[in-house]
């Protein structure tokens, strides 16, 4: 997890470095906000995983002689399959449908996305694929 | 029901180091709908991978054939095979295409969908549900902008930067505009979706062993893609919301009557378009790295310097964005124009090290080394005019000239060919089935030929001073040579790809088995069978470099020091002898 978290906290170096630099010798506001909003996007997962990796220490997958057998145990979950994004997927596209067309492609869309959120909501508790 | 994944039991291999049977967890039977509905609902990243491909090459068809309607309308300085109206919709589209729906989502939707997960040793994408909303959303968004051209008044024409104030609703009334900014609000979510999809498969899902700087320099690059993706797409799609409330809700963001500013767009745009430039190129970096080594039969030269090297060009090409604006008259000349001019010493450190590589190899010209070799070429061309357009002197002379034109089309034409270069690699990986090698070399020579013949021309007329995006130049008549000249290039640019067409149906009909490994490969996805099983992996090869399949095909070869550089003890030799 440590070099994951050290190129994120590159990242927000870097960006910190450079919103500074940016600033100091134009004073504009978009470009200086931009900046440091690319520094936060690096430093708030970056911390995190650092944090993590003091707390949890080296994966096998962070250890250069880690044997297969290292990794045994509940890797994750895959849903098999599931219709809920496409669903949610045809539900983002009547809605954005609605803005260009006319305001009565919302309603297919709302009930494309509430249906899809709650499948797919429901599909996780159950654990299963619909 | 969803598939728990359970500890991997041990065995033993029969050819060389132990192997340990995975086949419990990772191998179960595909369970599910079947037919269309299988499509439909498909989490697995192979499909989705293989839908975002087919999809990407379809419109890239459609934008290449707009794009041969533009040279013939100026292969005569006068010519009306378009109406002024329908040429601006075309170049519009050509780029918009080009850009937005065909080069990223074939990397980082299609390439890296299906090879990151392998190249791993993951199961699938770390959250295949979403991964599979990415695919609709980039396949809505592509049918919602094509919509453009069936709606009154025609597909966006403001030129594929939408600058303000020309995508005003004063300036270009109409749905497709509309539709423009809605498409590319969905795909930026696909895109976004994507982003963070990849960057928890390869922070949470690498086979036990494979430490980061383990991995191919493939996953490395869309790892770094990814990040750009994630600072870069959220921007863009803030800008077009504010340009579509500016449409339609009467805000005054970027026209100066209400106080607003259209520099802004340009900013904000810019601030997206220009690691955009590195989000479609990046993954490209990463195919050709991954095909120089396997057939110069080495490990790739400067593993390390390799991820560092596109480390900096992603963290500098974020602070550029401003070097498309350099005649606006209100950007920073020096800072931009400076860390412009410094990409090209990472970009100078890869170069190095893919001719390190290719050093006393021994190269095996087979079609997607050659394409890579052709993109090596056409994108030295392509950066070298783009160091010069970072010096603002220049930039002031040539800016909106076909000597930009042709700078950023040798460029992507170089993205191309690596694109093409990784096809017929992995397409053997992804079918089971060859390319023939052939049709494909008779593809790389046109491909390449029709690039320099199209574009080197549009150099020198741009030094002339034709400028972008005009239909017709009558009053200049003494262009028309150069653009005949690239007018021929393009169509046989055109014709190259009717030889991938033809390749494929070939492998469709007459198909040539490829077997796991056929070009004895270094990485993990070549471990598995052709195409790979639902979820990948039936065995894990120990992973002892950042070249497993190729350690484990060849336990006598001298092996590479733990840090994934070759022992200083080996020599080069004794490397490159081991085939």
Sequence with gaps: ?130 | MTDVITPPLGGTGILGPPVVEVAEYYGHEEHGPTGLLRWLTSTDHKVIGKSYLITSVILMLIGGLFALVIRLQLASPNSSLVSFAQYNELFTMHGTLMIFLFVGPFAFGGLANYIVPLQVGAPDMAFPRLNALSYWLYLTGSMTMMMGFLVAGGAASFGWVGYAPLSNATNSPGLGGDLWIMALILTGFSAIFTGVNLVGTIFYLRAPGLTMFRMPIFTWNMLVTAILILIAFPVLTAALVMLFCDRHFGTHIYSVQGGGSPVLWQNLFWFFGHPEVYILALPFFGIVTEIIPVFSRKPVFGYKGMVFATLSIAALSTGVWAHHMFTTGVVLLPFFSLLSLLISVPTGIKFFNWIGTMWRGQIHYSTAMLMAIGFLITFLFGGITGVMLASPPIDFFTHDTYFVVAHFHSVVMALVMAAMAGIYYWYPKMTGRMLREDLGKVQFWLLFVGTQVCFMPQYLVGLHGMPRRIAQYTTVPSWQTLNDVSTVGAFIIGASFLVLVINAFQSWRKPVLAGDNPWDAHTLEWFTTSPPPHHNYSHLPPIRSERPTWDYHHPDAPALHPHGEAHPSDGAEKVLGSS
Excluded at chain 1, 70 to 98: K, R
């Design chain 1, 1 to 130: 997890m440590k070099i994951e978290a050290l190129v994120l906290l590159g990242v927000a170096v870097f960006f910190g470095i450079v919103g500074a630099v940016y600033w100091f010798t134009s004073y504009e506001d978009g470009g200086t906000m931009m900046l440091v909003g690319t520094c936060l996007l690096g430093l708030l997962p970056g911390s995190y995983y650092l944090w993590w990796h003091r707390r949890m220490g080296d994966r096998p997958e962070d250890r250069s002689d880690a044997t297969v057998e290292d990794g045994a145990g509940q890797v994750a979950t895959f849903p098999n399959s599931s219709i809920w994004p496409f669903v949610l997927g045809m539900g983002a596209f009547s809605l954005v449908l609605a803005f260009a067309f006319g305001i009565w492609f919302f309603f297919p869309a709302l009930a494309l996305m509430i249906t899809a959120l709650i499948g797919v909501t429901a599909e996780s508790r159950r654990g299963g694929h619909v």
